[in-house]
C-alpha cells in the first residue's frame, strides 16, 4: 500500500475522532478555569496564529498532529508539564482559532510558522515537542534552527520518504473505510488489551470546544504527501541533530508502528527511544502521567 494513501487515511482517523470530541458528553476533566489561559493572537507571514501560554519556567513550545487543534492536548499532560515549564500550545494555520490566506503550504512552512511565533514572544531558544505530524513540524525546525533548540521530543512520529512504515492491513482496512463508526476510528488510538477495560476511551479525551476547518485539512493532507513522497521528510538531514532528542511512542501504536521510532533512532545520533509497553498512538490520553515524567525527566537531565 502506497503513502499516498497512508495520507489519507490519517484524515478519516481525525475527522472520526474530532467527532466524538465534539459530541461526547462524559470526557477527560477540563483544565480548572483559573489556570486556563486566554487566547492570544500574533500575525505571521500570510496568517494570524492562535497560541496560548501554560505556565512558567523555561519555554516548551508544543506542535499538536494531524487535523487537530491546540484544545486537544491531553488535559493532564498539559497540567503535569507546566509545573516546570512554559508551554505554548498554538493551531496551526487555517485551524482553530488561527487564519490562512495561503492557497497551499508545506511542513516547511509549518515550521517557519513556529520559528515566527517564537520570534513574537522574543524566545531566542526553547525546548519542543511534536507529535504525530507535530513531529514533522518539529524535526523540520530544529533541523532549520538548531541555534533555537534545546531538546527536541519526537512523540509518534516518522522520518516521512518512503522508508516510513505503514499500519498493518487491518487497521489500514479501518482507517479507509468511510462507513467506520467514530468508535472504531478512535479504536486506532489505543491497545486492544486496554480498550477491553476501558470500554468508553472517549472519557480520556479532552473537551474540544474549538472550530475545525476540513478545507485546512485538506492542504495539511498535501503537505502529508509531500512529506511522504520519495526525497520528502527529514531523511538526510537527522544527521545535522546535535541536540538531545527523546523518541517515545507505545509499543502498541497503530497508526504509526513503533519501527519508525527507530528507523528515527538509527539517524539521530544523540537521540534516546523509549517504547512503553502497552500504549498506542494516543498514549498521553491512555497514559497521561508516564507520558509526561518521561519528558519532564529527559527536559531535565
Known amino acids: 500500500m502506497g503513502n499516498k494513501k497512508i495520507g489519507l487515511i490519517w484524515a478519516f482517523v481525525s475527522m472520526g ?6 459530541c461526547s458528553c462524559m470526557k477527560e476533566s477540563p483544565i480548572s478555569e483559573s489556570s486556563n489561559p486566554v487566547v492570544k493572537y500574533t500575525n505571521i507571514t ?6 496560548k501560554i501554560y505556565g512558567d519556567g523555561d519555554p516548551l513550545i508544543m506542535c499538536i498532529g494531524y487535523a487537530t487543534n491546540m484544545d486537544m492536548w491531553s488535559t ?20 482553530g482559532l488561527s487564519t490562512n490566506a495561503d492557497t497551499a503550504f508545506t511542513i ?11 520570534i513574537s514572544l522574543k524566545i531566542s531558544n526553547t525546548h519542543v515537542l511534536g507529535w504525530s505530524m507535530g513531529g514533522y513540524v518539529a524535526q523540520i525546525f530544529a533541523i532549520q534552527h538548531p541555534e533555537k533548540v534545546n531538546k527536541l521530543v519526537l512523540y509518534a512520529t516518522n522520518c516521512g520518504d518512503t522508508i516510513t512504515i505503514n499500519p498493518s492491513q487491518e487497521v489500514i482496512d479501518i482507517l479507509s473505510n468511510p462507513s467506520s463508526t467514530p468508535t472504531e476510528l478512535l479504536s486506532t488510538l489505543f491497545p486492544d488489551d486496554w480498550l477491553a477495560t476501558h470500554p468508553e476511551p472517549w472519557k480520556y479525551l479532552p473537551e474540544a470546544a474549538e472550530p475545525f476547518n476540513p478545507e485546512t485539512i485538506g492542504l495539511q ?3 502529508v504527501q509531500e512529506w511522504l513522497s520519495p526525497g520528502g521528510g527529514s531523511v538526510g538531514h537527522l544527521g545535522q541533530l546535535t541536540v538531545p532528542v527523546l523518541l517515545i511512542c507505545g509499543d502498541q501504536d497503530k497508526v504509526v508502528p513503533s519501527v519508525n521510532s527507530s528507523i528515527l533512532a538509527d539517524s539521530i545520533h544523540t537521540s534516546t527511544l523509549i517504547r512503553v509497553p502497552d500504549s498506542g498512538h494516543g498514549m498521553m ?9 518521561y519528558v519532564l525527566t529527559f527536559l531535565a537531565d
Open 17 to 22: 475522532i474530532m467527532s466524538i470530541l465534539y
Open 76 to 95: 493532564k499532560t498539559i497540567e503535569l508539564l507546566q509545573k516546570k515549564y512554559k508551554l505554548i500550545v498554538f493551531d496551526y494555520r487555517g485551524m
Open 285 to 293: 490520553y491512555q497514559l497521561p502521567e508516564t507520558f509526561a515524567n
Open 46 to 51: 500570510n496568517a494570524k496564529v492562535a497560541y
Open 108 to 118: 516547511s512552512t509549518l515550521a517557519d510558522d513556529v520559528n515566527e511565533l517564537l
Open 221 to 223: 493532507y498535501y503537505a
